[in-house]
């Protein structure tokens, strides 16, 4: 089946620019995480959603980041103003729910360089 | 949040057995361990996940002692294709807490 996808796979930016980044989650997944990794690190947690409400914004470095999920499909991160320490992959995952044993499956990515 | 420590890198030879050890000392009663891994240039997928004694499915086994504050992944007869970065993960609740993996290099 469909797994979770990502678009654009890449996307360069000139600084101060406003890039949106969209996420397409397994069909039935409740659960939506959004998550960013820099070059050679691990990845950093940035928000969760359950459905369309987002109970852990936590993780979001900035108010420049913002992010929404229509009902239980479709979600976007949205990043104002780019500064180069955006630059990075950012990283979608769903899940069926919340739980400790649901599997979080991740897509592809979108590679964000910021000029 | 429970922290996890890894090696940072380990070398194989195909064929071999790996073991990849990960410490979580403040590991929660309620806290899952689970084990993602990751290739260059996609998302990390899932591999194992554990709560105590011995986990083990078609790619890997994951050991967890009775203290739960360490636990070994296991790869049998690794191949070249196994060359990774593996990722040791508590699971508190929704939020996986990744650290900056075990980069293993599998030799032929």
């Known amino acids: 089946g469909a797994g979770v996808s990502q678009s654009p796979s890449n996307k360069v930016t000139e600084k101060g620019k406003d890039v949106e980044l969209r996420c397409d989650p397994i069909?039935?997944?409740?659960?939506l995480y959004w998550y960013r990794q820099r070059l050679g690190q691990g990845l950093e947690f940035l928000i969760y959603?359950?459905?369309?409400?987002?109970?852990?914004k936590s993780g979001l470095p900035s108010d420049r980041f913002s992010a929404e999920r229509t009902g239980e499909s479709v979600s976007t991160l949205t990043i104002q103003r780019t500064q180069q320490e955006d630059s990075a992959v950012y990283l979608c995952?769903?899940?069926?729910?919340?739980?400790?044993?649901?599997?979080?499956?991740f897509g592809p990515g979108t590679r964000l360089t910021v000029l | 949040l429970a922290k996890t420590t890894q090696p940072i890198s380990m070398d194989s030879y195909e064929g071999q057995e790996v073991n990849i050890t990960c410490s979580h000392n403040?590991?929660?009663?309620?806290?899952?361990i689970t084990w993602y891994q990751q290739f260059p240039s996609q998302g990390p997928r899932f591999i194992i996940q554990?709560?105590?004694t011995k986990v083990t499915n078609e790619v890997a086994s994951l050991f967890i002692p009775a203290d739960r504050k360490s636990s070994t992944l296991s790869l049998p007869r690794v191949s070249l294709s196994d060359t990774a970065v593996y990722y040791c993960?508590?699971?508190?609740?929704?939020?996986?807490?990744f650290g900056s993996g075990t980069r293993l290099l599998v030799r032929p």
């Open positions: 554990g709560y105590k």
């Open positions: 959603f359950q459905g369309n409400s987002a109970p852990d």
């Open positions: 993960l508590v699971f508190s609740s929704y939020k996986l807490i």
């Open positions: 995952a769903s899940s069926l729910s919340q739980g400790q044993i649901d599997t979080q499956y």
């Open positions: 403040n590991i929660a009663t309620n806290d899952y």
């Open positions: 069909s039935g997944h409740t659960a």
